[in-house]
């Protein structure tokens, strides 16, 4: 949720990144004999292996990177929060909301079009 939000909202410079699942923590990256890293590959499925898990071709993660590319340049309005971990926001043609327990059960204003309904 928190990478989400960080592609939603246009503060700062968004860095999405891949990483290792480690299992131990004196567990170390795949690699060759000679040390050197073994980069991740894509399986026929679209996934990581070689233990990477290429957060950034996760389809939520695709999609909200693709969000902030329709939306960069504009700026956040109609922000709304239950002041209880749950919020939402538009930003040009597009809109969002985050909801970190229960459901968001509000008549919010989207400032969405009628036509894209």
């Known amino acids: 949720m928190a990478t989400a939000f960080m592609l939603a909202h246009p503060y700062g410079i968004p860095r999405v990144m891949c ?3 480690f299992e131990t923590r004196e567990q170390d990256p795949s690699q060759t004999d000679d040390g050197v890293l073994i980069s991740s590959e894509i399986d026929d499925n679209g ?3 070689n233990g990477y898990l290429c957060e950034h071709r996760w389809r939520q ?3 909200m990177v693709e969000f902030r590319n329709v939306v960069e340049g504009t700026k956040v ?3 709304w929060s239950n002041n209880d ?3 939402a926001f538009s930003r040009s043609m597009g809109f969002v909301s985050f909801t970190s327990w229960g459901d968001l059960n509000e008549n ?3 400032n969405l079009p ?3 309904l």
Request: hydrophobic letters at 45%; a positive charge; proline letters at 0%.
């Open 114 to 116: 009628w036509n894209l």
């Open 61 to 63: 993660i695709f999609s």
């Open 85 to 87: 971990q749950q919020i």
């Open 77 to 79: 309005k109609n922000w």
């Open 19 to 21: 990483s290792f699942a």
């Open 47 to 49: 996934t990581c292996n």
């Open 108 to 110: 919010l204003y989207t």
